[in-house]
């Protein structure tokens, strides 16, 4: 008796193991217990075209698989969740070259070798009827992207497809991770 007992609480936890995610999701709602949300595109204040739809749709994902709502179009929504890109900066970190034979560069030549992307995003929640703020925040994250590499005297311009796809990798990789913070940041809590 007690092997089938066993057995049935084992069948129990295993199936309860797999659901962690749902199960999680049933405790976490809306300020104001809404239901329907629309997200639009984010505004950019940066000089990084296209930054907008990138992070628009990576929070947009990040609902969808959340289920936490419905995430709708804007005349369906109760409320919309409105961003705004504040900045978006490459800040670099450079090396100074020492000249010897292999390099052929000149002593003291400083190249970049890789950047620090940042991302500074505003979001709030909006009630559609009335567009009073329900819930504001800022979020920030930010990723090393490795430099392209100038190695030899005489070349004076690097790979600029290297560049824009080195920048959209890393740029999907910062917004899941801030469509993450904040679908958490939102729907805790409440």
Same mark, same amino acid.
């Given at each position: 008796?007690?092997?089938?007992?066993a057995?049935?609480?084992?069948?129990?936890?295993?199936?309860?193991?797999?659901?962690?995610y749902?199960v999680?999701?049933?405790?976490r709602?809306?300020?104001?217990?809404?239901?329907?949300?629309s997200?639009?595109?984010?505004?950019?204040k940066?000089?990084?075209?296209?930054?907008?739809?990138i992070?628009?749709?990576?929070?947009?994902?990040?609902?969808?698989?959340?289920?936490?709502?419905?995430?709708?179009?804007?005349n369906?929504?109760?409320?919309?969740?409105?961003?705004?890109?504040?900045?978006?900066?490459y800040?670099?970190t450079?090396?100074?070259?020492?000249?010897?034979q292999?390099?052929?560069?000149?002593?003291?030549?400083?190249l970049?070798?890789?950047?620090i992307?940042n991302?500074?995003?505003?979001?709030?929640?909006?009630?559609?009827?009335?567009?009073e703020v329900?819930?504001?925040?800022?979020?920030?994250?930010?990723?090393?992207?490795?430099?392209?590499?100038?190695? $030899?005297?005489?070349?004076n311009?690097?790979n600029?497809?290297?560049n824009?796809n080195?920048?959209?990798?890393?740029?999907?990789?910062v917004? $899941?991770?801030?469509?993450?913070?904040?679908?958490?940041?939102l729907?805790?809590?409440?």
């Open positions: 008796m007690s092997k089938i007992l057995g049935l609480l084992f069948g129990v936890m295993i199936l309860y193991s797999g659901c962690a749902k999680g999701q049933k405790f709602s809306l300020p104001g217990g809404y239901q329907r949300l997200i639009p595109v984010f505004k950019n940066s000089m990084e075209p296209g930054a907008e739809a992070l628009t749709q990576a929070l947009k994902e990040e609902f969808f698989r959340s289920t936490v709502l419905k995430v709708v179009s804007d369906e929504a109760e409320v919309r969740l409105e961003g705004q890109i504040e900045a978006l900066r800040d670099p450079s090396t100074v070259i020492e000249s010897d292999k390099n052929q560069l000149p002593t003291g030549t400083v970049t070798s890789s950047y992307m991302v500074i995003l505003n979001v709030k929640l909006v009630k559609t009827a009335t567009a329900l819930w504001q925040s800022q979020f920030s994250s930010s990723r090393q992207m490795s430099a392209s590499q100038v190695t $030899y005297a005489g070349i311009s690097v600029p497809i290297y824009q080195a920048k959209r990798i890393v740029l999907e990789s917004a $899941y991770e801030l469509s993450n913070q904040i679908h958490n940041n729907t805790e809590n409440f």
